[in-house]
């Protein structure tokens, strides 16, 4: 009997136990998922990347429960072009209330595990999902608004886009791939441990004391090794052709003169050589990657055809790819390349008389650039052909480089700095671009004798726009026939620093400058003629702000109507500029609709005629010029010569006509 009682007590006392086992294993896991719950709030949440080819080493940033991290400058930067509003971790709501929803549902776990309410941990599991789908939902909406709140008169606009949360999205030229991080994973598990976690221990208990589950792992994990053991070994092959061979039989130092012909590519130099080729040797990279690595100094590579390289944007192949100091790239043909010569990561290039072309049958804004360097120094680019690229010359975070009588054109962006220091602009001639340069976040620069013209598209049509820059000395330059000719915004960017524009033609653009937060600025002995307005600027006035001579030399005006009574070549009374349309515009955008139309001249001359109202100057010159200091090119005047034949031989055909008619009428009477 007692023992019989003892055997039915026994099991009722198990039972019990088990149940406030039950109860407390929950608590456990719960404490546990309050613990991974404070991990995440220090651990990244979410990542995004940019993938673009002017960002080698892509655009990344990271957001944590309180801010965000990684390239925010840059890619506000490049928000800014395009119209995306600037994200600004600091006005984020959700950031601020992060920690104290975080931390008071962690207190609230803690409460739960002790009270054992069931409607309390019920409530407590279905906020701990809350927490990691809430924040894709939230994410979602923010992506979703910075894609569609747009500035549709951003220079890139480029229509109303949603990246995913999750995964892959293209814009443009950009790809974004976004990820959730390790947080959002303590987050999920956190989640899971609430939910399933004692039941799931409860069963791999109850399932391990039972027969046969030792034998089921044990034979599962047998079946895992042999998998293993018998998985076929991976075999990778190449073939690069014969001259693979030839350089890997070529002694360090020699001279590979290589013959005409059609060679397999991708190549790749690992060892000082000269290759020359003789009849023009063709290289196909058969469209995979690079056509041609060079991974050793000293190389030079001269008179071969480099076609077929990769097409993915992403990966930014390259006819010739240089990673090695002090190569010489001379003389080569590029055709049907996604990027022409890239110089990364090494000094001490010479890049000339090459003829690069990207993939012709791409939009400019999917091909790749043909001269892109980045983080390279003291390089010289000279005497080089460049037609249908997206950037003729892309420069990133490269200082102390030569790029003199390159001639570029049917592209995006002639020449473009970004973070380029202490760089010598010489003889370059850019033309019939979208824009002829822009040159961005740079310094200590030179322009002397380029040609900036024909750049007329209407989304920008620069033909050399400064934005953020400092010391630059421009001089003897000609910026002719674009929509805008110099456009300047924020130049110089830092007080003390100097932005010096001499001796240049600035002629029959739509605007001649266009400035915007520009001051401190010096113009002197500048032609400006032909212009449609002379000078617009956005935010004010800024006549006083900049310095309109140079040495007491102003500038040549085709619409000054002064004097020059002691002959001295400067006009006694100044130059003043000023636009009644422009100030309109700055009131009303909405008017921009009528530039460059008969109501923008009926304005400005019913303000010159009717001066009701003095609109406040743009310009003020108070040596401005008699004569023109500079005149188109040679190219530019013989088209002035022939147009002027032209218009001449018009003249004489009427003429010819009446003296052909009046001789007749004569010798008809004379016979009557």
């Given at each position: 009997m007692v023992a019989q009682m003892t055997d039915t007590r026994v099991p009722g006392a198990r039972v019990a136990a088990r149940g406030n086992f039950s109860m407390d294993l929950w608590g456990v896991c719960a404490l546990i998922a309050a613990a991974l719950l404070v991990v995440a709030y220090f651990t990244p949440l979410w990542n995004m990347t940019l993938i673009a080819p002017q960002y080698p080493n892509d655009l990344v940033l990271t957001a944590y429960g309180t801010t965000m991290e990684g390239d925010l400058l840059e890619i506000n930067t490049l928000n800014h072009y395009a119209g995306v509003k600037a994200i600004e971790p600091e006005n984020v709501m959700e950031l601020k209330a992060f920690p104290f929803l975080l931390f008071g549902f962690v207190a609230a776990i803690g409460v739960s595990s002790l009270l054992r309410r069931r409607w309390l941990r019920a409530g407590i599991i279905l906020v701990a999902w809350g927490f990691p789908l809430g924040l894709l939902i939230d994410l979602q909406y923010w992506l979703y608004t910075y894609g569609h709140d747009l500035n549709e008169e951003a220079p890139l606009y480029p229509g109303a886009f949603t990246p995913k949360v999750i995964g892959r999205t293209k814009v443009v030229n950009f790809?974004?791939?976004?990820?959730?991080?390790?947080?959002?994973?303590?987050?999920v598990a956190a989640a899971i441990l609430v939910t399933f976690g004692p039941w799931t221990i409860r069963f791999l208990r109850d399932s391990w004391s039972n027969t046969g589950v030792q034998k089921t792992v044990a034979g599962a994990a047998a079946v895992l090794l042999l998998g293993l053991a018998t998985r076929p070994a991976q075999v990778n092959a190449t073939s690069e052709g014969d001259l693979a061979e030839m350089i890997a039989a070529a002694?360090?130092?020699?001279t590979l003169t290589v013959p005409a012909g059609t060679y397999?590519?991708?190549?790749?130099?690992d060892k000082p050589l000269a290759l020359e080729g003789v009849g023009w040797p063709v290289i196909d990279g058969g469209r995979e990657?690079?056509?041609v690595r060079i991974a050793a100094e000293g190389v030079t590579f001269r008179g071969f055809v480099v076609q077929g390289s990769g097409r993915e944007v992403s990966d930014e192949p390259s006819g010739i790819r240089v990673l090695r100091d002090h190569a010489t790239i001379e003389g080569n043909r590029l055709r049907d390349v996604l990027y022409g010569v890239t110089l990364q990561d090494s000094n001490g290039h010479t890049v000339r008389h090459n003829d690069i072309q990207s993939v012709i049958e791409f939009a400019a804004e999917r091909r790749g650039h043909a001269l892109y360097l980045y983080y390279t120094n003291d390089n010289i680019l000279s005497d080089n052909d460049i037609s249908y690229a997206k950037d003729g010359v892309f420069i990133n975070f490269s200082h102390h480089n030569e790029i003199e009588r390159n001639r570029v054109t049917k592209l995006r962006y002639g020449i473009h700095f970004m973070y380029a220091d202490d760089n010598r602009m010489i003889d370059n001639r850019f033309w019939d671009n979208l824009t002829g340069g822009s040159i961005m976040y740079s310094k200590d620069l030179y322009f002397r004798g380029n040609e900036f013209s024909h750049n007329r598209s209407i989304a920008s049509g620069y033909g050399l726009l400064f934005k953020d820059v400092d010391n630059i000395e421009m001089v003897g330059n000609q910026v002719h026939h674009n929509r805008l000719g110099l456009t300047m915004e924020g130049a110089p960017i830092t007080p003390g620093a100097f932005l010096r524009i001499e001796d240049n033609l600035i002629g029959y653009n739509d605007v001649a400058l266009f400035l915007s937060t520009t001051v401190g600025g010096e113009f002197g002995g500048n032609t400006f003629t032909g212009n449609l307005r002379q000078v617009d600027t956005k935010g004010g006035s800024l006549e006083h702000h900049n310095t309109w001579q140079i040495d007491g030399r102003g500038n040549y005006w085709d619409d000054y109507r002064g004097y020059d009574a002691n002959g001295d070549g400067r006009g006694d009374i100044e130059y003043r500029y000023r636009s009644a349309f422009s100030e309109l515009v700055q009131r009303d955008e909405s008017l921009k609709a009528y530039a460059f139309t008969h109501a923008q001249?009926?304005?400005?001359l019913a303000a010159r005629w009717f001066p009701a109202y003095e609109y406040?100057?743009?310009?003020?010159?108070?040596?401005?010029?008699?004569?023109?200091?500079v005149r188109l090119g040679a190219g530019a005047e013989g088209a002035g010569w022939i147009a002027a034949l032209a218009l001449l031989a018009l003249a004489l055909v009427p003429m010819a006509g009446l003296g052909y008619a009046r001789f007749g009428t004569e010798r008809w009477r004379e016979r009557c």
């Open positions: 790809h974004s791939e976004c990820m959730v991080s390790w947080g959002f994973w303590l987050m002694a360090p130092g020699s397999r590519g991708p190549i790749v130099i990657g690079d056509v001249a009926a304005v400005d406040a100057p743009t310009v003020v010159d108070q040596a401005p010029l008699m004569k023109p200091t």
